[in-house]
Every structure is written in structure tokens, then in C-alpha cells.
């Protein structure tokens, strides 16, 4: 008779790709002028890191706040074509529809009202996740791909998860290396830290545009959620 003990379940790395987040650390790392990373290639990389002995394949969940098509269809239709290539290769997607503001631009003369995006729920769903996570019994890891130091309080609950169910998890974060800016090459306090270099990240490129048009790009610029 099969019973509980006998199941042996093999362990994983649980990764969490906060994806406004790495695109924007990315830009100010090496310069990029639209999302171009690899989503499940980045989560391979970094699992590989963790887990250079290697395993069982690692669990990657992408997070975006998704455009809408009404004030910027050109992204919309990129991000859309990439999360289902994302999807089809086995990455758990979670998107929240932006939420859009026509703000007064304090830098601009005359008080020129700006559209700006907002992202909503997308930092809390994450962090629900991480949990789930790391109750899960094949948990080895997580990672978190951020520097959002809002994270810190779900790395805090799980470390006391940990210590009342005497469980070990690693815990981790990961970021684009900024050259000459040590103060930007942080993430998630209370992790180990993993950055991700531009030699790296040259490997790490999706070789998919899931641009329509992209000489259109910086004519239908999305307003980075804030």
C-alpha cells in the first residue's frame, strides 16, 4: 500500500518575473529601447544559477500591467503576441489591465496635461503567489526578479513559514546589472542576490519582434506605469 512517505516529490525552483519592473531595470542597465528579453529563457537562466547541479524543471510565472488597446494598440498587440509565446512555452502569465491618468506634468511650461499608466494589483498578486509557493512541498527555491523592495515583507513571511514548518527554502532576487550605478544594483533585501550582466543578457534576448510595425514604436509610446 502506497502511503504518504513513500512519495518522494522532487524539489523546484519557483520563479517570480515582475516584468514592468526587469523591462525598466533592463532600460536603465543597457539601454533598451523596448522589451526585447526572452521570458522563459531568463527564468531557465537563473534557475541554472541557483541550481547548477540542475533538476526538475523550474516553475516561471511572468507579471505586466497589460495596455489597452483604447490608448495604445501598438503595445497592446506587442504585449499580447508575447505572452502567448510565453504561454506556449510553459510560463504561468498574470496580467492587470493598466490604469490610465491624464496628470498635470509639474516640468513642463504651462501645465501640459500628461497621460500616465498605473499599475494595480499586479505587486500583491505576485507576492499571494510567492506564498502559495512556498507552501507547496516541492518548493527549493524562489526568486523573485525585482528590485521593489516592497517584496521584503513576502520574503519575511515565508522566512517565518520556514521557521514554523522547519522547512529550508532559498530565497533569491535578480536584476539587470547597471554599470557605474552601485546604487540601482540591488534587490529584494533579506534574498541572495543574483545580477544579471549585459553579456548575460545578450544570451538572454528573444529572438521574436512581437512588434506590428516598429519604426511606429515611439509614435504610439506607452507611458511607463509608475
Not at 2 to 14: G, P
Not at 40 to 48: D, E, K, M, Q
Not at 99 to 113: K, Q, S, V, W
Amino acid at each position: 500500500m502506497l502511503v504518504m512517505e513513500d512519495i518522494v516529490m522532487e524539489k523546484r525552483n519557483h520563479i517570480f518575473i515582475d516584468g514592468q519592473n526587469l523591462y525598466l531595470s533592463a532600460k536603465r542597465a543597457f539601454g533598451l529601447r523596448y522589451p526585447d528579453f526572452d521570458i522563459p529563457a531568463i527564468g531557465r537562466h537563473l534557475s541554472n544559477r541557483m541550481s547548477p547541479e540542475g533538476g526538475a524543471d523550474p516553475v516561471i510565472k511572468f507579471y505586466i500591467g497589460m495596455p489597452v488597446a483604447r490608448f495604445s494598440p501598438h503595445w497592446t498587440n506587442f504585449w499580447t503576441n508575447k505572452l502567448n509565446a510565453a504561454r506556449d512555452a510553459g510560463v504561468s502569465v498574470t496580467t492587470r489591465d493598466l490604469r490610465y491618468l491624464t496628470e498635470t506634468d509639474p516640468a513642463a511650461p504651462g501645465g501640459i496635461r500628461v497621460l500616465s499608466a498605473r499599475e494595480k494589483g499586479i505587486d500583491l498578486r505576485l507576492a499571494l503567489d510567492v506564498m502559495a509557493a512556498a507552501r507547496n512541498p516541492d518548493c527549493k527555491n524562489i526568486m523573485i526578479v525585482s528590485r521593489d523592495q516592497d517584496f521584503r515583507e513576502v520574503v519575511e513571511d515565508v522566512e517565518m513559514l520556514c521557521a514554523f514548518s522547519g522547512r529550508k527554502i532559498g530565497l533569491w532576487s535578480a536584476f539587470p546589472e547597471v554599470r557605474n550605478g552601485p546604487s540601482f544594483n540591488r534587490g529584494v533585501d533579506g534574498t541572495r542576490e543574483i545580477s544579471i550582466s549585459w553579456v548575460d543578457y545578450k544570451g538572454l534576448r528573444d529572438p521574436a519582434d512581437y512588434r506590428v510595425a516598429p519604426a511606429r514604436a515611439e509614435q504610439d509610446r506607452e507611458p511607463e506605469p509608475s
